[in-house]
């Protein structure tokens, strides 16, 4: 927790921290949230007391809490649930810059300024940029996954230096080790390059397939299997890509699928044209592929 912080939440929060739940289930921040909530289960912290909210009301920390919600927190430009925020109750920990601009005191886990990155013209992104200021105005502490993130957020959005922590995403030791294992169970894996991951725009995909075709990799038998994209991701991706021959699109699947994925690829690929962190990456590495 940053500086400071525990000892005025301690003070006016009756020492309840309120974790967003939302995310649970979507991409990276799901899962950062996902191994949170975990470690909180396998390591409880006995000074303060912990809750989720998932959109629509509070819970204790326990198995319950993993349950993906029924509030898709990207509705209404993350406004979604913003009537049944939690005031009063403690310091809420936002985990994304999508969240409810009239929230009660809070941290924010900020992952990237991507949104800006990612703007159409000129007014989407004085819009962008509007909220994303807003963001770290209401909030009382800012976290965020790198230092090329914190550097984005102090230049572009002009936060205070001192109100923006860098707390590097996690990485699960059981899950490297269970993939692993799975790799060492499988006699023969075909030739596989993986990605991981939104088929969002600046994940560069219709590039990387097209590198693929043109690649020894993809003539000596090689496949690429891309791994995370909702179905319309899919639908946008395939109407951009004339060639998707050996190329095999998957949707968000369950830990267990994506594990088995990692365990049968040859390499893990992520060709963004920028991250905030890049999770999967590290995940492979962990899991020595």
Not at 5 to 30: N, S
Request: some cysteine; charged content about 25%; overall charge neutral.
């Amino acid at each position: 927790m940053p500086t400071g912080v525990e000892a005025r939440t301690e003070r006016r929060g009756r020492g309840t921290i309120i974790i967003d739940t939302r995310w649970l289930g979507i991409g990276g921040p799901g899962r950062v949230t996902e191994l949170l909530v975990r470690g909180m289960l396998e390591r409880p912290e006995r000074r303060l007391s912990w809750a989720a909210w998932n959109g629509r009301e509070l819970s204790s920390i326990d198995a319950k809490a993993l349950n993906r919600s029924e509030t898709d927190p990207r509705r209404r430009a993350g406004q979604a649930g913003t009537g049944n925020v939690p005031r009063g109750k403690g310091l809420m920990v936002f985990m994304h810059q999508s969240r409810p601009l009239l929230g009660p005191r809070n941290i924010t886990l900020m992952h990237d300024t991507i949104q800006l990155n990612n703007a159409r013209g000129t007014m989407d992104r004085t819009a962008k940029s509007t909220f994303l200021r807003g963001i770290v105005a209401s909030s009382a502490h800012i976290v965020t996954v790198s230092e090329w993130s914190r550097g984005q957020i102090v230049d572009l959005l002009g936060a205070d230096p001192g109100r923006v922590s860098v707390l590097p995403n996690p990485v699960d030791d059981q899950v490297a080790a269970r993939i692993g294992a799975l790799r060492d169970e499988i006699a023969e894996r075909p030739p596989l390059a993986l990605f991981v991951g939104r088929f969002a725009s600046h994940k560069n995909l219709p590039r990387l397939v097209e590198a693929f075709r043109a690649s020894g990799f993809a003539a000596d038998g090689g496949r690429l299997a891309l791994v995370g994209g909702t179905p319309d991701e899919i639908v946008s991706l395939t109407a951009d890509c004339e060639d998707l021959r050996d190329v095999e699109l998957v949707t968000s699947c369950s830990q267990d699928e994506l594990e088995h994925w990692y365990a049968r690829a040859s390499l893990v690929v992520q060709p963004s044209i920028f991250e905030g962190f890049g999770l999967p990456v590290a995940e492979a590495l962990a899991a020595g592929i």
